[in-house]
């Protein structure tokens, strides 16, 4: 773990704060170990919550590989019956752990047709690796597509509100984490 690493240079956590950012996130707080700085009750309830969530034994990583390969298969087989029953698919969040999701999917251009996102500077733009195009969202209300994927899971529910006008011609929304799910 992190505060393993940091002990062998001399340093220590002193404070943690649990973030909303992508889905759940840690900052860590970190002094030399000499600090007279007090550890807070914080870093107690982390790693406490890092034992119950089985993530100090190691028998739980090869669970994790093998769910996040049903994952993956399950999601690229939604969108092979996506596209062989004629559905029009575009995907929306062109972030970091999107991607990570399309590239170790083998997911590109063949089962999805573009990523749209809010950020101008993606925009006109490519995914690296499956070499989707990063259009403006409102590509989507041009466009009319069948589906859209909302990639950054975390946000599902805001996108659905923000682009339920889609839900007029019959859109519908689906999130692929923690399994393929419609909105």
């Known amino acids: 773990a992190a505060i393993n690493v940091l002990s062998k240079h001399g340093l220590r956590v002193f404070d943690v704060e649990q973030l909303p950012t992508h889905g759940g996130s840690i900052r860590m707080l970190i002094t030399h170990e000499a600090s007279t700085r007090p550890t807070e009750r914080s870093v107690g309830r982390v790693l406490e919550d890092e034992r119950s969530a089985g993530l100090h034994d190691p028998s739980t990583y090869p669970d994790f590989g093998s769910r996040v390969r049903r994952i993956q298969e399950g999601f690229a087989k939604f969108l092979r019956g ?5 559905r029009r ?3 929306y969040g062109a972030a970091a752990k999107g991607n990570t999701l399309l590239n170790s ?6 089962l999805i047709d573009y990523v749209v996102d809010k ?4 925009q006109q733009h ?3 690796g499956s070499h989707l195009e990063i259009k403006d969202p409102a590509a989507i209300m041009v466009d009319r597509p069948d589906t859209i994927v909302i990639l950054p899971w975390n946000i599902a529910e805001e996108v659905v509100e923000q682009m339920g006008e889609a839900r007029s011609w019959g859109a519908r929304f689906v999130a692929a984490i923690p399994e393929v799910r419609s909105l």
């Open 82 to 86: 996506e596209k062989a029953a004629g």
């Open 89 to 91: 698919v575009v995907a």
């Open 105 to 110: 999917s083998g997911i590109g251009r063949d």
């Open 119 to 122: 950020n101008p500077h993606k």
């Open 126 to 128: 490519l995914l690296p």
